[in-house]
């Protein structure tokens, strides 16, 4: 994950007891109910959007940007990664609000959710050069490349640096480079 600059929530309740449905990086992604563009289908859950093995770019009405910049830095990063613009009128829609609510982001913000559905980053607003945020995020959160610690702090896990340090090597074996870069 990629820090964003943004303070642990407080809450006054025990956050053992109760969960709090927030986008700040380290956090599962909040569920809300999307419409589809065919009113006929029915509603799809923000998880079901999201995880499938591959990284997922979460945008707004106004986040096109970051949806564009997703083939090139996926093809750039060699890693699985897509987008969804949420919107009135596009692919998926906040029918009742719900993900407007939960986002924490403007519309033209993004969230970056990992491949197990927990966020890597989030954009409050459009970055100058979104590609440039996407990919150096990306590194961040893969723990490579020069500037992987210059947008936050990497949290790769010491199992995960333990498993890189050996080639990849699990206890379930040997993993490809696209099943690595899926559990970061």
Same mark, same amino acid.
């Given at each position: 994950m990629v820090a964003d600059g943004t303070e642990l929530p407080v #809450?006054?309740?025990? %956050?053992? /007891?109760?969960?709090? *449905? @927030? @986008?700040? $990086?380290?956090?599962? /992604? *909040?569920?809300?109910? /999307?419409? /589809? %563009?065919? $009113?006929r289908e029915p509603s799809v859950s923000t998880h079901d959007i999201c995880g499938h093995g591959r990284f997922t770019v979460l945008t707004g009405i106004n986040g096109a940007k970051w949806a564009n910049a997703v083939e090139r830095v996926a093809e750039e990063l060699g890693i699985p990664l897509t987008a969804h613009v949420i919107g009135p009128e596009q692919e998926y829609e906040d029918l009742y609000g719900d993900w407007a609510g939960l986002r924490e982001v403007a519309d033209d913000g993004m969230v970056l959710v990992r491949p197990h559905n927990h966020v890597a980053y989030r954009s409050h607003g459009m970055a100058e050069d979104p590609a440039a945020t996407l990919t150096e995020t990306l590194r961040a959160v893969l723990g490579s490349g020069e500037g992987a610690l210059q947008g936050g702090r990497s949290s790769v896990s010491a199992r995960d640096a333990s498993e890189q #340090?050996?080639?990849?090597?699990?206890?379930q074996g040997t993993r490809d480079a696209s099943q690595q870069g899926a559990r970061a």
């Open positions: #809450d006054e309740r025990d %956050a053992e /007891l109760y969960y709090r *449905p @927030t @986008t700040r $990086p380290g956090s599962r /992604l *909040p569920h809300a109910w /999307l419409g /589809l %563009a065919d $009113p #340090d050996s080639g990849g090597a699990s206890e």
